[in-house]
């Protein structure tokens, strides 16, 4: 499940093992905005500053 914030740009989606943030340009489909509570699959991987963060957001 995913939570955005539309004036930032960036939000977190939940799994399993942890919480994960990922920035807008994460997006797969190349929108800018995913609606709370949407159902995604992406992959983890680590960030530009050293911690991980969600990539290739997809609707599921």
Known sequence: MATFDDHGGYGTVAADDGQWPFHCTAIADGSRT???????????????LGRWEAVDLRLT
């Open 34 to 48: 995913i609606a709370p509570g949407t159902a995604v699959t992406f992959t983890v991987v680590p960030g530009r």
